[in-house]
């Protein structure tokens, strides 16, 4: 730390700004990780219960992208409950584009996984109505591909890019229907 503060001091001196973007750079780098791993956490103050929750989703890799949303609401500040007369439902549309074109050499590739998350709960009321309160998200991942020589360029989707993407947008979602719960 100390060899940073230093290489800050000399970059500040002769570069001015410039150093303090370079130790702003190096900074977040760090802290990117912290929030990764607290972002796997959920940390809770409290919870809201509901009686059943039901997933719709649709398009490209359901089955993945449901198996997905149903571990994010175990993370989340939902708890299921038999008390609970509220039901919860999520709703997904996920869609995979793949854009690609040919060269002499190699190929190229950029592809794009979009999620449109809707977390709806519905919550009876003593006069015999409903209400309904949503939180939404809408995400787009892009993954460029990179040329690997001769053999053309690796650009798959995988599933270590997409678990993490669509986990935290379902959670990101969840935690907005909470706020508007609350």
């Not at 609970?84 to 996984?113: C, L, P, V, Y």
Request: glycine share 6%; with cysteine.
């Amino acid at each position: 730390m100390k060899k940073l503060l230093k290489l800050h001091k000399i970059g500040l001196k002769t570069l001015g700004s410039l150093g303090l973007a370079s130790l702003l750079i190096i900074s977040n780098g760090c802290a990117s990780k912290t929030e990764e791993i607290e972002q796997e956490t959920v940390k809770c103050e409290s919870y809201k219960t509901y009686a059943s929750a039901t997933f719709e989703v649709e398009g490209d890799m359901n089955e993945l992208v449901e198996k997905t949303a149903k571990k994010a609401l175990t993370k989340s500040c939902f708890k299921k409950s038999d008390q609970s007369n509220a039901n919860m439902r999520i709703k997904i549309q996920s869609t995979q584009s793949m854009q690609a074109e040919a060269g002499f050499i190699q190929d190229k590739h950029d592809n794009s996984f979009s999620l449109d998350i809707t977390a709806i709960m519905l919550i009876p009321t003593e006069q015999g109505g409903l209400t309904t309160i949503t939180g939404t998200q809408n995400a787009n991942l892009h993954l460029k591909s990179t040329t690997i020589a001769d053999f053309g360029s690796k650009s798959e989707l995988s599933e270590k890019e997409i678990i993490p993407f669509i986990e935290s947008n379902v959670l990101i979602a969840l935690n907005t229907l909470f706020k508007n719960i609350s």
